[in-house]
Structures are given as structure tokens and as C-alpha cells.
């Protein structure tokens, strides 16, 4: 079972929620659920691991899950936190300056987005492919700030659901112009690292507040179905 397999499990499931299939306070059933979705259940038992430390499942017993409840405005709140976190350690990047291997690395994150976005339409895959992309990206930066307090403060902050940069949920009824927003975030990726390269912190900083907007608006595509698994808060 290859890397991709397992992620677009994670993907699947992540959707599932999102749309309502899976309802919040729901035991989540080993067996079933492997039956249900058509994969052997190691891969699915890594999937649900990866959801539970992205905060959209609850640990219940020694083996089960539960889907979480939370509410929207905590979402919407925790991507404004991220928008701030991440814009501090841009910013710091910038002003000591990027270094040869790091800039090698962001320019291989374009290329791959760049690709994914030159077809016009999502390719099956293409959903976990840029996931994937956006979160090394997102990390990159912040690795490279070399601020542990930064990095504590988003890693706790990313186990609010569909915040970090490694979860994109698309929406059904809403995938086209979800697309659209990924490619406008995708041309923000080209910005943040050209300003990262000219040493620019204060638009950087900008950048990247900025640059999760785009998570909320997209989100706010998917607020009829966010609300049906979410909290009413």
C-alpha cells in the first residue's frame, strides 16, 4: 500500500465528514468502515490516526474513533491564527534571508502547483497532490524561521479540523470554484516566495495573512455542509 493509496483514504474520509456521511458524536466501526469504503483496514487504521491528529476524530476506547463535534467559528478563527503565525515566520526568513536549498525546495512546490493548475480541471489525485504540495510549502517556511515557539503554537492550532495547510476538502456542490480559489492561492505561492527571495518581510507578513482568506472563502463554499457536522455555536 503506497504512500498515495493511504492518502486518498485520508482524503475520502475527510470529504465524507465534511458532506455529512459521517455524522459528529458517530462511533467509527473498523470493520465496517473498511467495507463500506472497498480497503483493507491497516491503510484505514492510518487514516483514521491521521484524522484524529487533525482534530476531526476523538479518540473512544483502545481502538475506536468518534467524530468530532466543533463549531465553524472556531474553524474560521484558527485560520486567522495561522495567517498570523505564519506571518511571523516569513517574515523572519525573509530579513535573515533564504537560503540556496530552501529556495530549491519552494521552486520545486510551484512547479508541481503550476502543473496540477495547467490542466484546467482536477485530474483524479490531483486533490491529494495538492494537499500534499501546500503543506511541504507551508512547512518549509516555517521550518526555516527556526522558532520553536512558532512551530509548538501551530502544531496545536493545526488540530482544529480543516486548518492546516495539509487538509483541502473539497465539497461536492462547490468543487469548481474551490478549484478556482486553489489556483489564485497557487499564484499567492509564487508572491510569498518572491518576496521571500527579495528579503521583503513587512509584504511577506501581508502575504501570508492574506493567503488564508482563501482557506476561509473556500470553506465558507462548504458552510452549508460545515454547519450540518458542526456544533451549531
Not at 484524522?51 to 476506547?61: F, K, Q, T
Not at 516555517?142 to 486548518?163: E, M, W
Request: hydrophobic share 45%; with cysteine.
Amino acid at each position: 500500500m503506497n504512500e498515495t493509496t493511504q492518502q486518498a483514504i485520508v482524503q475520502s474520509l475527510r470529504e465524507r465528514i465534511l458532506a455529512g456521511e459521517l455524522s459528529p458524536g458517530q462511533r467509527l466501526v473498523e470493520a465496517q468502515l473498511a467495507q463500506w469504503l472497498g480497503v483493507s483496514r491497516t491503510p484505514l487504521r492510518y487514516a483514521l490516526s491521521v484524522l484524529s491528529s487533525e482534530g476531526l476524530l476523538d479518540r473512544s476506547g483502545s481502538r475506536g474513533y468518534v467524530v468530532r463535534r466543533f463549531s465553524v467559528r472556531d474553524v474560521l478563527n484558527a485560520i486567522d491564527v495561522r495567517g498570523v503565525l505564519e506571518g511571523l515566520a516569513a517574515r523572519s526568513v525573509a530579513e535573515r534571508g533564504v537560503s540556496p536549498a530552501l529556495a530549491a525546495a519552494l521552486d520545486d512546490c510551484l512547479r508541481e502547483g503550476d502543473e496540477i493548475f495547467a490542466q484546467k480541471q482536477l485530474s483524479p489525485g490531483d486533490d491529494v497532490r495538492y494537499a500534499q504540495m501546500n503543506g511541504r510549502f507551508h512547512a518549509l517556511i516555517v521550518d526555516a524561521a527556526q522558532n520553536a515557539a512558532v512551530s509548538a503554537a501551530l502544531s496545536l492550532n493545526d488540530k482544529v479540523p480543516f486548518v492546516s495547510p495539509f487538509t483541502i476538502a473539497f465539497d461536492e456542490a462547490a468543487r469548481e470554484r474551490q478549484f478556482m480559489m486553489l489556483g489564485y492561492a497557487h499564484r499567492q505561492h509564487h508572491a510569498i516566495v518572491d518576496a521571500l527571495k527579495k528579503g521583503e518581510g513587512a509584504r511577506v507578513d501581508a502575504l501570508m495573512k492574506e493567503h488564508t482568506h482563501i482557506s476561509k472563502e473556500s470553506l465558507n463554499l462548504s458552510l452549508p455542509s460545515l454547519h450540518l457536522i458542526a456544533d451549531a455555536a
